[in-house]
C-alpha cells in the first residue's frame, strides 16, 4: 500500500549530514509537497485571522483551528518518517545510539501537542 511517505528514497539513494552540518536531505518531491502543504496551511491560518476579523461564530473558528493544526500534525508525520527511515537508521548502522533519546524527545514534543 504506497502512502505519501513513499516519496523518500531508499538509503543508498541518501546520505544524512554528519552532525555538525545538520541538514535535511529531502528529494526535490517531498520537499515541493512539503512546500505545498505549508503554504495550504498559511492561507489557513490568515483565513483563521479572517474569521476573527469578522467575528465569526467562535466554534467555526476553532473547527478551522483544529484543521490547521491537523494539517501541520500532517507534515510533521511525513518529515519524522523521512527522518527515522533515513538519517536515524544510517546514525544506528554507524553505531551511534544517541540518536535513539533525539527520536524519542522529538517525539515527546510532537505527542504534548
Known amino acids: ?7 523518500y528514497p531508499s538509503m543508498e539513494d541518501t546520505h544524512c549530514s554528519i552532525q555538525s552540518e545538520r541538514k535535511s536531505h529531502h528529494s526535490d518531491k517531498v ?11 498559511e492561507g489557513q491560518i490568515r483565513g483563521i485571522k ?3 476579523e469578522k467575528d465569526t461564530y467562535c466554534d467555526d473558528v476553532i473547527t478551522q ?3 490547521t493544526q491537523s494539517a501541520l500534525n500532517s507534515v ?3 518529515l519524522l518518517e523521512g527522518h527515522m ?10 553505531g551511534d545510539m544517541e540518536v535513539l533519546d533525539e527520536v524519542l524527545v522529538t517525539i ?6
Do not use: P, W, Y
Not at 1 to 7: G, I
Not at 31 to 41: A, C, E, H, P, S
Open 65 to 67: 483551528i483544529s484543521a
Open 108 to 113: 515527546h514534543k510532537l505527542m504534548k501537542k
Open 85 to 94: 527511515k533515513n538519517c536515524v537508521v544510517e546514525r544506528i548502522q554507524e
Open 76 to 78: 510533521a508525520k511525513i
Open 50 to 52: 479572517g474569521l476573527i
Open 31 to 41: 520537499k515541493q509537497n512539503l512546500i505545498t502543504r505549508l503554504n495550504r496551511i
Open 1 to 7: 500500500m504506497a502512502s505519501e511517505f513513499d516519496e
